[in-house]
């Protein structure tokens, strides 16, 4: 990934989890969302983290959407990553504007948005863990609007977002497996 500083890397990932682990419980429920099911998807083989990479400074960089702020952070693999390259200079210049805008629009916590956050979003998240997961795939959505296609922005979970990234024909390395596999 260093070696192409000109590419973007889209990257779905999930942290080995067990029990009541936030990344855990997303995963259970998205198995048990009836179109994958149908298809026999595993819960090893789902994701409940997208973001984008591109290298800054010599360093990689992973810039998602966390709740309630948008967040740049130096990337780090998980135990169980896949990541595609988008190498197209339209698209790389896109997504890139796009995350910079979302990072600039709002930085911290206040007091109402702490507030905000427990009520608008912890409480639904009891009801349907897998709205937990469309936080930060609808801000990949908005980076690669003619890749994640079909769904409004706000409605789009990872795994929605992995299978249009395949479809679309990016180059896809998987790069860590975790124990689940």
């Known amino acids: 990934m260093l070696s192409k500083p000109d590419s973007n890397f889209v990257v779905f990932t999930h942290n080995y989890g067990k029990w009541f682990t936030p990344d855990y419980i997303i995963r259970k429920f998205m198995v048990r969302v009836p179109k994958y099911r149908r298809r026999g998807l595993k819960i090893d083989e789902t994701f409940s983290h997208t973001g984008n990479v591109w290298v800054e400074d010599e360093k990689l960089w992973y810039w998602h959407q966390t709740w309630p702020r948008f967040k740049k952070e130096e990337w780090y693999f998980h135990p169980y990553t896949v990541v595609f390259e988008i190498d197209d200079p339209g698209k790389v210049k896109f997504a890139r504007k796009k995350s910079k805008e979302l990072y600039e629009k709002g930085r911290g916590y206040s007091i109402l948005g702490l507030l905000t956050f427990a009520l608008t979003i912890w409480a639904p998240w009891i009801r349907n863990p897998v709205k937990v997961g ?16 079909g769904k409004p922005y706000h409605d789009i979970d990872p795994q929605y977002a992995y299978d249009k990234f395949k479809e679309y024909g990016a180059k896809r390395w998987l790069i860590s497996k975790s124990k689940e596999v």
Do not use: F, L, N
Request: aromatic fraction near 6%; charged fraction near 10%.
């Open 134 to 149: 469309k936080v930060c795939s609808g801000a990949v959505a908005a980076m690669y609007p003619d890749i994640v296609t």
